[in-house]
């Protein structure tokens, strides 16, 4: 059988890892910050009577512009913004690889603040944009000078910031993200993915659009809508930008189908979100808990907690599995990242965690 290694691979991709997350079949399945919450049965067959009618038309490429699907997510989105102000691809994943299509590329650079969503670094080198990876402030909160300095010595062509972080989960201030713009003449990426996971009331860096045009606001129906599985992603920027990326995504490339359910979804945006105060609720609860069990758990704007303190994080984790329960291993030495379930299955993380502590004791 071939090998990788027997192939004209690109020298550049040589070496190179896959993303990875392990896809296992266990009862509790709190590795990917999904919404574990199903959607409601009332919205499920709104959109499978969206799919049906799609179907009806399916011998023809999709609308290419997906202009409901834009209006939608502008009127979701509010801030002032229009259907010109919107992109959106399958994920937010493959947003960012048209963001990096189009203004990274070889000889460009972009640069993140590690730890941060491993994607960036595989979206980088599959478009042979160089990766940078930038330190943060203690606790892995970002401030606004040094997110700038960064900016300012290594002047990169693009700058991904993650609000709030994962795998850390800390929320990213307005002046953060406005003194990085203003240190640079490239492209801004905020990759606000869990957004709606922040405080009532928190702003978002829609805000800040206005009179901003290398500023990019990327969002995802994966998360909070309860939508990982139909891949929609979708960012807003100036008209300019949604041009641009014009120019490296494919021809027609969400599907009639990928469309209607996204638009369905979106008509039922209130029932969607239902779950995220439950969602937050669990989140807070698992930061309480965990601060309690003797661990470090970090503050969090989004459904997920990263927690230090764990003396062996490969050992806690193969412990919970044991035990049908998949977290996250995402690599910091002594740490651990754990979603926020549904009220039962964070009981079931958190009392299983309970045991594992008072066996190492
Ligand atoms: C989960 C996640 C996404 C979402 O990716 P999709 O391709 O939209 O599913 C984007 N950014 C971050 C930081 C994430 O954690």
Redesign the pocket.
Known sequence: MTSLSDLPLRDDLRGLTPYGAPQLHVPVALN??ENTHSIPEPVARDIVAALAKAVASVNRYPDREFTELRESLAGYLGHGLTRENIWAA???????QQVLQAFGGPGRSVLGFAP??S?YSILASGTGTRWIAGDRDADFELGPATAARWVRESTPDLVFL?SP???TGTPLSLETIAAVYDATDGIVVV?E??AEFAPVGAPSALSLLPGRERLLV?R????AFAF?GA???YLAADPAVTDALRLVRLPYHLSALTQAAACAALAHTAEMLAMVDDIRGQRDRLVTELDRLGYSPYRSG?NFVLFGGVADPNATFEALLAEGILIRDVGIPGHLRVSAGTEAETTSFLDALARLSLAVQ
């Open positions: 990917v910050n399958n994920g937010s994943n493959e947003v960012l941060t969503y994607m993650c972080n994962n795998p990759d993915a869990y990327s995802t129906m994966s998360k990982a891949r929609v992603g989004s």
